[in-house]
Nanobody, 126 residues
Framework: QVQLVESGGGLVQAGGSLRLSCAAS????????MAWFRQNPGKEREFVAA????????YYADSVKGRFTISRDNAKNTVYLQMNNAQPEDTAVYYC???????????????????WGQGTQVTVSS
């Protein structure tokens, strides 16, 4: 099972940008579908974006489409989430997730992935 470590979270003003990174180890990275989810206290973990193992296809929640970009560097075993025009409603703990077998779409669920990072806090101030 792959191990995941997120980084890059922090405080950003509304309209600003932030790039999250997720470094993977312990598995063959190119075999994994990768995704980002986010969660606020007392709320369910929600899908943000996903990318296929090759990186050719990406999927986004409607709430971030056009503002966030998911990408991966298979040579570095790393997946990224570029957050542009961040808004206060984007404030959450962001989690990286991985799985070898996912039926990808623009709506995925935490149960679709079996490996998770520890999360990184993103706070967008208004």
């Amino acid at each position: 099972q792959v191990q995941l470590v997120e980084s890059g979270g922090g405080l950003v003003q509304a309209g600003g940008s932030l790039r999250l990174s997720c470094a993977a180890s312990g598995g063959t990275f190119i075999m994994y579908y990768m995704a980002w989810f986010r969660q606020n206290p007392g709320k369910e973990r929600e899908f943000v974006a996903a990318i296929t193992p090759s990186g050719r296809r990406t999927y986004y929640a409607d709430s971030v489409k056009g503002r966030f970009t998911i990408s991966r560097d298979n040579a570095k075993n790393t997946v990224y989430l570029q957050m542009n025009n961040a808004q206060p409603e984007d404030t959450a703990v962001y989690y990286c997730a991985a799985d070898k077998s996912v039926t990808v779409s623009n709506k995925l669920y935490p149960t679709d992935f079996n490996s998770w990072g520890q999360g990184t806090q993103v706070t967008v101030s208004s």
